[in-house]
């Protein structure tokens, strides 16, 4: 009560002291705060959207994908799981900001830049992801998508028909990353190129190198087929 006659005699006198008028910037400050929490907060979530509909159109494109080649959607899954994981990282830290560390930016940088080289390979943008790749892997060599991304260069040319450079792109996933998983699959397009180039034989020692060093992988699998239709179908 005696804080509110103070304040109306002070009105009355109009003359305000000098500590109300440093409470009043005190709490025009704190209300520039909250206005730029709420500014981050719905970017924050409009890129979350954004994510979301990416996933929604890979999915849709992956669907539309098996159907149309069958058995030959590997790497759509491989880029379809690292989206979804993604995404719930994002989520994760959106809903719990205080219990998870902020991403370097460096680690950031190579993430985006790995994840839309690979979505320009799967929309069929050549030449960026083309790019994308081979910047990531020399920025990049020694990180565990590092592999991936070699592997992604040799997609890039195999689907512009670039069978002889192709080949070459997907020896090095195994000359510099002998123990990744790409390994497998990149013997196999290896094969599918030599075949594509007329190099029966070549072919046919890759496809059987892959049988023999990794039998149970999915693309011995396709190896054993491939050989025991001769090589061509």
């Known amino acids: 009560m005696a804080a509110l ?27 520039v705060v909250v206005d730029t929490l709420v500014v981050r907060d719905s970017i924050a979530y409009q890129t979350l959207l954004d994510i979301h509909r990416e996933v929604s159109e890979q999915h849709d494109l992956l669907l539309s994908t098996r159907a149309a080649t069958g058995t030959d959607t590997q790497q759509q899954l491989d880029q379809m799981s690292r989206l979804e994981a993604r995404l719930e990282d994002v989520m994760g830290r959106f809903q719990q900001p205080s219990q998870h560390a902020p991403a370097t930016p460096a680690a950031a940088d190579a993430g985006q830049l790995y994840d839309q080289a690979a979505l320009d390979l799967t929309q069929g ?28 260069v040799g997609e890039c040319l195999f689907a512009q028909s670039q069978f ?70």
């Not at 002070?10 to 000098?18: E, K, N």
């Open 125 to 152: 943008r050549y030449s960026m992801a083309l790019q994308g790749f081979r910047e990531f892997v020399k920025q990049n060599p020694g990180s565990e998508l590092a592999d991936n991304a070699q592997y992604g």
């Open 5 to 31: 006659l103070a304040a109306g005699a002070i009105a009355m006198s109009g003359c305000v002291p000098p500590s109300l008028m440093t409470l009043r910037g005190d709490v025009d400050s704190l209300r």
């Open 164 to 233: 002889d450079s192709a080949a070459v792109e997907y020896a090095r996933v195994e000359t510099q990353w002998p123990k990744g998983d790409k390994v497998p699959a990149a013997l196999y397009k290896r094969a599918l190129c030599e075949d594509k180039l007329g190099k029966d034989a070549d072919s046919r020692k890759t496809l059987e190198d892959l049988v023999k060093r990794f039998p149970l992988s999915g693309e011995a699998q396709l190896a054993r087929e491939r050989l025991s239709t001769g090589g061509r179908h």
